[in-house]
């Protein structure tokens, strides 16, 4: 028995402390053992016929190989999941997606979608869906700008294949109109956005026809959120959390003063501004790019 829980043991440490009922029985472990070791805290139950070895401690890597487990051979993760595990989006979503042939019932914090046919790569040590796969069921559930700047994510990895990806959005399957709205609008510099206030601003620059500004970059030593180099203009954009302190305050008004004296005008705006004053925004912002230099 000693070697068999050795066994156990070193599977699990390749797959963050979790492993199926299933793996257990391929390891030889029987029936009354595996409840035996679970009444005797040795297992540890996280998901129906999925138990954390020895211990029960979350991690991001853990919860993950769990989902999978549970979904059973050939899931994967997929969906907004698959996309942040792949590093195409920022935010873990609060949900774990997996996708598997099998029928298998969603669970709390867990969505599981039936599906046959879907190629697995692996990344990090997990299993996802391709990643053309991966856009196209985010373009079923997220906003159009979100499907575009993940867009510009995998173009700035270098893992962006349109031809694969304009197949894909052709299949008519959910989410392949809003992909093919996206790749008629694909804007590469929507990947070097660090926030969403950034990711609001620059469709807004669209919107009003001038040309995107490049986002993040060194002016005179100061690091601008956006700035036309050509137009000497410089736009600061001051997220809810941001700019709020004395000193963060006074660091602005020093670094706008930087700026000016190199030759740029600074406008700012704030949250409240892009998303509740939208008009008063695009009519303020064509004004500055505007005026002559």
């Keep these: 028995m000693r070697e068999r829980s050795a066994k156990v043991r070193t599977l699990a440490d390749r797959q963050w402390g979790r492993v199926s009922w299933a793996q257990l029985k391929a390891l030889g472990i029987d029936d009354k053992t595996i409840v035996r070791w679970a009444h005797g805290g040795y297992l540890h139950q996280v998901h129906p016929r999925v138990y954390g070895v020895g211990h029960c401690a979350p991690s ?4 993950l190989t769990a989902a999978v487990l549970y979904a059973g051979p050939g ?3 997929s969906h907004a999941t698959a ?3 792949l590093g195409m989006v920022d935010t873990h979503p609060p949900r774990i997606q997996v996708s598997t042939a099998r029928r298998c019932q969603s669970l709390r914090g867990v969505n599981v979608h039936g599906r046959r046919g879907c190629r697995r790569v692996w990344h990090k040590g997990l ?5 053309e796969q991966a856009l196209l069921d985010y373009a079923s559930v997220a906003p159009l700008e979100r499907v575009r700047h993940a867009l510009a994510n995998a173009d700035y990895h270098q893992l962006l294949d349109l031809p694969a990806l304009r197949a894909v959005a052709g299949c008519g399957r959910p989410g392949s109109v ?10 590469p510099k929507l990947a070097h956005t660090r926030s969403p206030l950034e990711r609001l601003f620059l469709p807004l620059c ?17 690091l601008v959120d956006a700035v036309w180099r050509d137009r000497k203009l410089v736009v600061e954009l001051d997220g809810r959390d941001n700019h709020s302190s004395w000193a963060q305050i006074q660091t602005d008004r020093r670094k706008e003063l930087r700026l000016r004296a190199a030759g740029y005008d600074v406008v700012r705006y704030g949250t409240q501004q892009l ?8 009519a303020d912002l064509l004004r500055a790019y505007h005026l002559p230099r």
């Design 127 to 131: 299993p996802t869906t391709d990643l």
């Design 75 to 77: 899931a994967m993760l």
């Design 83 to 85: 996309l942040w595990w």
């Design 275 to 282: 998303e509740e004053q939208t008009k008063e925004v695009e």
């Design 178 to 187: 809003k992909l093919q709205r996206a790749l008629k609008r694909h804007e």
């Design 60 to 63: 991001v890597e853990a919860d």
């Design 206 to 222: 669209e919107r009003v026809g001038i040309p995107l500004p490049d986002v993040n970059v060194y002016i005179g030593g100061v």
